[in-house]
């Protein structure tokens, strides 16, 4: 069992960036997936696939990187932890590396990028927060 299947994804996605991987396969969740298909959208993903079925499924994510080789995502960090939820107004959410990055809010419209959140005056919980 995981307490916290977020810091998980984002630290096997952290893992495999390191050791510059192409591809990494993490179980699958509706959450995670919501997750990546965000990830994917701002373009710190390449694309990702969902194998298998009920129990088994997995999603396997294509990581990006620059044209030097090195990866996309320069840094990810949780947020809101189990232990410690963190909830802010849409006029709060701050701003990652100066707009530079994305944070990743929880609304009552599902998984939104910072910038979306605020253009919806949608608040929520704050997730984790990626940067290039």
């Not at 993903?45 to 194998?51: M, N, Q, R």
């Not at 009920?54 to 949780?78: C, D, F, H, W």
Request: net charge positive.
């Amino acid at each position: 069992m995981h307490s916290d299947p977020v810091s998980d994804f984002l630290t096997q996605i952290r893992n495999a960036c390191a050791v510059d991987k192409e591809y990494v396969s993490i179980p699958h969740s509706k959450l995670k997936e919501k997750l990546t298909d965000l990830l994917v959208n701002e373009g710190y993903l390449s694309g990702y696939k969902i194998d298998g079925k009920n129990q088994t499924k997995s999603i396997n994510i294509e990581l990006k990187y620059t044209e030097e080789g090195s990866p996309v995502i320069a840094g990810m960090k949780r947020v809101s932890k189990p232990g410690k939820r963190v909830y802010m107004e849409s006029a709060l959410i701050p701003r990652s590396m100066g707009g530079l990055g994305t944070v990743v809010v929880s609304t009552s419209r599902g998984l939104l990028s910072d910038s979306e959140a605020r253009k919806r005056k949608l608040g929520g919980e704050l997730i984790c927060e990626i940067w290039s």
